[in-house]
């Protein structure tokens, strides 16, 4: 059974920092495309980071240079780090494998 948890969630002032963990079960992160996406209350969901199996990145345009998209192949383990946090970024993250598999969502807000 393909399981995604993730974890790292929580309230945090503007200009702080989080790190979003994603567990990974079931599936090998380091050989599928992994991606953490957003939703944000009344609006859609979205991209906000993926990793391809060969490492290479990209990012929504509205946290280039604040969020890093990572991977931990032994541990199975995707991480989001977000620095500098805006309220903007208050939403619910995902993460995201092969576009299809979901997990949960943690739950991010940020006060201003």
């Known amino acids: 059974q393909v399981q995604l948890v993730e974890s790292g969630g929580g309230l945090v002032q503007a200009g702080g920092s989080l790190r979003l963990s994603c567990a990974a079960s079931?599936?090998?992160?380091?050989?599928?495309?992994m991606a953490w996406y957003r939703q944000a209350p009344g609006k859609q969901r979205e991209l906000v980071a993926r990793?391809?199996?060969?490492?290479?990145?990209n990012y929504a345009d509205s946290v280039k240079g604040r969020f890093t998209i990572s991977r931990d192949n032994a541990k199975n383990m995707v991480y989001l780090q977000m620095n500098s946090l805006k309220p903007e970024d208050t939403a619910v993250y995902y993460c995201?494998?092969?576009?299809?598999?979901w997990g949960q969502g943690t739950l991010v807000t940020v006060s201003s």
């Open positions: 079931g599936i090998r992160s380091s050989i599928n495309t």
């Open positions: 995201n494998a092969r576009g299809s598999i």
């Open positions: 990793i391809t199996t060969f490492g290479s990145t």
